[in-house]
């Protein structure tokens, strides 16, 4: 993760016009990077609140640039007739700086002082959480978050939320969702991060989504959370230990000297992990016991790049804990492809074809990777047929992926229209020399060199490459190459034939 070398502090109320103006411009350059919907008048509400205490910082990297704001806002109200202090947030990071653990520190460290301040005076936290992700952080390291998908929202807290609903001049729209207001603006996800967080296994972003579905559209849930005495001494525990566990990791590589290597995960847990995914689940336990004790183990905090597109690598990774973001450069901008989680696999691309990375991968938390080497896992797929089948079916799922996304005809497509049209084809292996006669409608060569004969023409082709076929089409392999043989995507089903539509679009 590339590193956060400074923050400003700035005292809003103490600026004058001229400095005050300034301010607001920096904070809307990194406000419309990370929210759609962001305008100069939100950004400058900001800097202008009438909080009863504001301070607002300005996160720069080593270049000075801006790339995150954490704006910190104190109130005072009332509640069961006692004064309550009542904190608010708002905050973003570019995506490459997020993950980082400032915004944790200097929170703890503003409530500490307010409550040092004000002894036995009730604090908490409100806000209109605007992602799952955000509700995830909350819910880590808070003793309790209201509303939660483990217990009831007490009458007397709806009542408070109620009444803070209102003094902020938050809008709802469905009386049915008395929880979920209006923001206007959201963050800027790519749809493989909407499908992600979607389709989470985390409890607390499952309660998030299905509160509030419409985030993505600039929805926000309203949170409640009690960080006074005890509570806030949890928290800042909580914290502390997260702080020291990459230390304790890094302790612990350099007491057995292998840079990240297997003395973090024992061959056991090694061998566990690796049965519990797809791809090794039909591998025999001497076989498998072998390729854990040839495995690394490489723990990575969020925001590091384990890959970048364009190395070579021979290696292939096993995601045992955390999540990653597979990128691609298109136009010169960053786009998100994927996300993979526990159980997922990659870097095969690159192993089977010998081709540098297509992709860069990045973490998206702090991951725990099992590095597999490509000489021990080719001696597991010649031994395990159905492991050969399973790398090679999720070689070319990823080629075509890469592929037709990065089409002009098709990157239109949702890449869940992409994948239930590719999951309609036929896998086929080609030996050298082989001929076919093709008649769907569309041919993917993932792997090899073929010689392809359409419209009079013998043309060579190497992998990868998407084909609309005519009639006729026949093809020789001039090497042993691997295609999947694809229906027209009106033929493909319901979401196929969606994408046909959205295809036309496009």
Not at 365 to 380: G, N, P, V, W
């Amino acid at each position: 993760m590339p590193a956060i070398t400074s923050s400003k502090v700035i005292a809003p109320s103490t600026l004058t016009p001229a400095a005050r103006e300034q301010v607001i411009d920096d904070l809307l350059a990194v406000q419309s990077q990370v929210f759609e919907g962001v305008t100069r008048d939100i950004a400058a509400k900001i800097v202008e609140s009438k909080a009863t205490d504001t301070t607002l910082y300005l996160h720069q990297n080593a270049e000075q640039q801006v790339v995150g704001f954490l704006a910190v806002q104190l109130y005072e109200k009332h509640f069961q007739g006692r004064t309550v202090g009542v904190f608010r947030a708002q905050t973003g990071f570019l995506r490459e700086y997020r993950g980082n653990s400032v915004n944790v520190r200097i929170a703890i460290r503003q409530i500490v002082r307010y409550t040092l301040a004000h002894p036995g005076r009730p604090i908490y936290y409100f806000g209109a959480i605007l992602h799952p992700s955000s509700y995830l952080f909350l819910s880590k390291y808070a003793d309790v978050v209201w509303p939660n998908h483990e217990q009831p929202l007490p009458v007397e807290l709806m009542a408070f939320l109620d009444e803070l609903i209102h003094a902020f001049g938050l809008q709802r729209e469905d009386p049915q969702a008395p929880l979920v207001v209006n923001i206007g603006w959201q963050t800027r996800d790519t749809e493989v991060e909407h499908t992600y967080w979607r389709n989470s296994n985390k409890p607390a972003a499952r309660f998030f989504t299905r509160q509030n579905p419409n985030y993505s559209k600039g929805y926000g849930l309203v949170v409640l959370v009690p960080v006074e005495g005890i509570a806030l001494l949890r928290i800042a525990g909580r914290f502390a230990a997260d702080r020291l566990r990459p230390a304790a990791a890094a302790a612990l590589i350099a007491v057995h000297r292998l840079p990240l290597a297997g003395p973090l995960l024992g061959v056991r847990d090694v061998r566990r992990r690796l049965r519990g995914t797809p791809l090794f689940a039909a591998v025999p336990d001497a076989d498998l016991t072998l390729a854990a004790r040839a495995a690394e183990v490489v723990v990575l905090p969020a925001g590091a790049f384990v890959l970048r597109a364009g190395e070579p690598g021979e290696d292939l990774y096993v995601i045992a804990a955390g999540s990653v973001y597979a990128l691609v450069d298109r136009a010169g901008e960053e786009h998100v492809i994927d996300q993979l989680v526990v159980g997922e696999m990659f870097g095969e691309i690159a192993m089977l074809s010998g081709e540098p990375r297509n992709a860069s991968i990045r973490t998206a938390a702090k991951t725990t990777l099992i590095r597999l080497k490509r000489a021990a896992l080719l001696q597991l797929m010649e031994t395990h047929p159905l492991m050969r089948e399973a790398v090679w079916g999720a070689f070319a799922l990823r080629r075509f992926e890469l592929t037709a996304g990065g089409s002009t005809r098709f990157g239109a497509l949702t890449r869940q229209q992409r994948m239930a049209w590719f999951a309609c084809g036929q896998l086929q292996q080609l030996a050298a020399g082989e001929r076919r006669a093709i008649s769907h409608a569309w041919l993917f060569l993932s792997a090899g060199t073929v010689e392809i004969y359409q419209r009079n023409a013998w043309l060579t082709t190497r992998a990868p490459a998407l084909i609309e076929v005519d009639a006729g089409l026949e093809l020789v392999a001039q090497s042993p190459a691997r295609i999947a043989l694809l229906p027209a995507l009106d033929d493909a089903g319901p979401v196929a034939a969606g994408a046909e539509s959205h295809a036309h679009k496009g």
